[in-house]
C-alpha cells in the first residue's frame, strides 16, 4: 500500500547488541518522526527529520540512540549496545510538507532479553 | 511540564450509544490538537483534528470540541460500534514547537459491548 512502512515488525535481541530499525515514509512527504510507545503508554518523541534541514534530536533518551536519513526517504533508527528498557514499539511517522496529520506505520516491536 | 493528559483510562459503552472520550491539557499556547485511534499491535490511526482557532469540528460519526478556557479537548463517537473498540489518544503541538513534533496523552481504552 500506499502507507508508511516499517520493517522488521518483531526484533528480538540479546542484552548489549545493536539494532536497526527501517522506516520508508509515505512518498512525497517531507517529515519523518520516530516515536516509541512503551507498554501501555503513550508515545514518546525521539527524532524529528524535516527535508534537509538539521533534525530535532532532543527526544533521543542517550548516545547510544541515533537516527539517519537517506536521500531524503528512508530512515534508519539504530541503537547500539541495547539494554532491557529499551524494549518498545518504535512507530515512525510522516506528514507531507504542510506538518499534519502525521501517519503512523505499524512499528517495530523490540524485545531485548 | 507540559502534558496532555486523559480522565479515564477505560471506557465501556454499549453497541449504538455514543461516547465521549476527554482529555486534558496543560499548554495553554497550543496551536493544534488531534486525536488518533490504535488498536492491537497497530500503529494509530488519524481520526480527526482540530486548530485553536476553533471550537468545534465534525467527522464520519465524529466530534472534536475544543473548549480553551478550561484547557480540555473531547471526541464523540455518535452511534459507537464494535469496530471503535480501541485506545484513543489525544495530542498537542505547542505553537514554540517549531518541528511539528506530536505530544501525546496516556490514553484511554475503549470497549465497545454488543
Known amino acids: ?113 | 511540564g507540559e502534558s496532555v493528559g486523559l480522565h479515564l483510562p477505560t471506557l465501556s459503552v454499549q453497541e449504538g450509544d455514543n461516547s465521549i472520550i476527554n482529555c486534558a491539557y496543560s499548554n495553554s499556547a497550543s496551536d493544534y490538537f488531534i486525536w488518533y485511534k490504535q488498536e492491537s499491535g497497530k500503529g494509530p490511526q488519524f481520526i480527526i483534528d482540530i486548530r485553536s482557532n476553533m471550537d468545534k469540528r465534525q467527522g464520519q460519526r465524529v466530534t472534536v470540541l475544543l473548549n480553551k478556557t478550561v484547557k480540555h479537548l473531547s471526541l464523540q463517537i455518535a452511534a459507537t460500534q464494535p469496530g471503535d473498540s480501541a485506545v484513543y489518544f489525544c495530542a498537542e503541538i505547542p505553537k514554540k514547537n517549531q518541528g511539528g513534533k506530536l505530544i501525546f496523552g496516556q490514553g484511554t481504552e475503549l470497549s465497545v459491548k454488543p
Open chain 1, 1 to 113: 500500500g500506499a502507507g508508511v512502512s516499517q520493517s522488521p515488525s518483531n526484533k528480538v535481541t540479546e542484552k548489549g547488541k545493536d539494532v536497526e530499525l527501517r522506516c520508508d515514509p509515505i512518498s512525497g512527504h517531507t517529515a519523518l518522526y520516530w516515536y516509541r510507545q512503551s507498554l501501555g503508554q503513550g508515545l514518546e518523541f525521539l527524532i524529528y527529520f524535516q527535508g534537509n534541514s538539521a533534525p530535532d534530536k532532543s527526544g533521543l533518551p542517550s548516545d547510544r540512540f541515533s537516527a539517519e536519513r537517506t536521500g531524503g526517504s528512508v530512515s534508519t533508527l539504530t541503537i547500539q549496545r541495547t539494554q532491557q528498557e529499551d524494549s518498545a514499539v518504535y512507530l515512525c511517522a510522516s506528514s507531507s510538507p504542510g506538518n499534519q496529520p502525521q501517519h503512523f506505520g505499524d512499528g517495530t516491536r523490540l524485545s531485548i532479553l
